[in-house]
């Protein structure tokens, strides 16, 4: 029998057919777009004493654009130039340099005004209002969560300000804010790679950035969660004072250490204060337990923190192999203890609310699979130009999320970036012309298409701000 091959009579060759690569990225631009964004970068960016060829604010947005499409360098941008056909003139390379170098510390404050605005106006678009952030099987209705951390961010070379890190690596050490109900990347810091994990000023100054990002009307219910870098007296001080301004709740849920004063407390603790934990789907977790140590801690220790503060500790049976503290060694138990204002609440629903903040590490894998992972200059400035347009990318993929992945295109709402890129941005689609209109045609036989298209129609109906 005669065999054939898939490949035969197969050959390539390049010819101007008018097809399209990576057709999906059209949608985040024109998201960018209807929503206002690339107006208010524009006003943002904009120069008093020359008019430059492109659009510093169109730039801004090219880049993050880039970026949600899995840009890794500014020569990059070379994808959306190879779409002018559809986009118009797109900067070239050397533009986008330029363009990230004029991003001063002056216009960054603007674009975070920028940013502030545009969200104020995606919030009042989302349909059934702001997602509610859920744990144990539960939501926490109107509360909107904010998660900080930090994370390292290695470099390969002599970069401005790169130093060695508490890791043993070489590079950055950013500080962010994730907004858990929605998964927008509100506000960050670049730092040096040998910058404190426990600082409480760069806590204090990211946050104050992600509080303002947040719409007035949806301040007055913020809960704050960090790992036990966040546990310095300043910090803590500095959210209890924010209860102070009328009208707002900031609540914190803060990692702590196992102290000596902790360690006390917990050899006195009777068998009856500990009861069982919650996995997050609200079942009982096998082999772990909590319980509230406030009231067996010396009440000096206490009164060195801010009033209200109360300590849980969770223990639980470690898996085969785990490493042990002495302390630990004594009872077999493995403990972790986090602190909390929140004066109502059972137990073990705000210890799974705490640990829902392990929710961050994959805000922070999905940031370094959209250009933070790969810092592009030698220099500090453009690099932090650079995270700017980060913020913005994960903003637009977010926003694509909420705005336009629901209905027919609900199945592209749970997707990573990388499975986004996949599934959607990276699409190839066929350009036409008639009557003076221009079409972009997905292929019928792409698994997605009418969830594409589904998005497509739901991006040109969002109406644009007042």
């Known amino acids: 029998m005669k065999r054939t091959s898939w490949s035969s009579g197969l050959s390539f060759s390049v010819e101007d057919v008018g097809v399209i690569a990576h057709a999906g990225v059209i949608a985040p631009r024109l998201l960018a777009d209807r929503v206002g964004l690339t107006a208010e970068l524009s006003g943002a960016m904009a120069q008093r004493r020359s008019i430059p060829i492109h659009d510093r604010g169109r730039v801004l947005t090219d880049v993050a654009v880039m970026l949600t499409g899995g840009g890794t360098s ?3 941008i070379r994808v959306l130039r190879h779409q002018s056909t559809v986009l118009g003139p797109v900067a070239s390379s050397p533009t986008v340099w330029r363009a990230l170098d004029e991003v001063t510390a002056g216009k960054r404050k603007k674009i975070q005004v920028a940013r502030a605005r545009t969200r104020r106006h995606v919030w009042s678009q989302l349909p059934g209002g702001v997602p509610a952030s859920k744990c144990a099987g539960r939501d926490l209705g109107d509360t909107v969560v ?11 070379s002599e970069k401005e300000q790169s130093a060695p890190t508490y890791k043993r690596t070489f590079g950055y050490h950013p500080i962010g804010v994730w907004c858990d ?20 000023a760069d806590h204090i100054d990211v946050l104050g950035q992600a509080i303002a990002q947040i719409p007035a009307a949806h301040r007055r219910d913020v809960l704050i969660r960090s790992d036990g870098a966040g546990a310095s007296h300043d910090l803590l001080e500095w959210i ?18 196992i102290t000596a004063g902790i360690r006390r407390a917990i050899a006195i603790a009777p068998d009856t204060a500990w009861g069982p934990a919650l996995n997050q789907g609200g079942d009982l977790r096998p082999g772990a337990e909590v319980a509230e140590l406030t009231g067996f801690l ?6 060195k923190w801010p ?24 009872d077999g138990w493995r403990y972790q203890a986090f602190v909390t204002n929140t004066a109502v609440g059972q137990l073990q629903f705000l210890e799974a609310r705490h640990r829902a903040h392990a929710r961050v590490e994959d805000r922070i894998r999905h940031a370094k699979d959209t250009g933070l992972g790969r ?16 913020m913005i990318a994960a903003d637009l993929i977010a926003w694509t999320r909420l705005l336009a992945c629901i209905g027919e295109a609900a199945v592209l709402a749970l997707c990573e970036p990388k499975a986004m890129r996949y599934r959607f941005l990276h699409v190839a689609a066929l350009l036409t012309r008639s009557s003076r209109r221009r079409r972009v045609k997905i292929p019928e036989t792409w698994p997605w298409a009418v969830a594409i298209e589904a998005v497509f129609h739901t991006i040109a109906a969002i109406p644009k701000p007042a």
């Not at 929605?182 to 600082?199: D, I, K, Q, V, Y």
């Not at 010396?298 to 009164?303: F, K, N, V």
């Open 74 to 76: 500014i020569a990059d």
């Open 146 to 156: 904010l998660d900080v951390d930090a994370t390292i961010v290695v470099t390969h």
């Open 181 to 200: 109900n929605t998964e927008e990347f509100l506000a960050a810091s670049l730092r040096p790679g040998n910058a404190g994990s426990n600082t409480a």
């Open 240 to 257: 209890s004072e924010q209860n102070r301004i009328r009208g707002r709740r900031v609540e914190y849920s803060v990692g702590f250490s």
């Open 298 to 303: 010396s009440p000096r220790m206490l009164a």
């Open 307 to 330: 009033d209200g503060m109360r300590v849980i500790v969770r223990r639980e049976r470690p898996h085969p192999g785990a490493q042990l503290s002495m302390f630990e060694e004594l």
């Open 375 to 390: 810092l592009p200059s030698r220099e500090f400035a453009v690099n932090q130009a650079w995270l700017v347009a980060v």
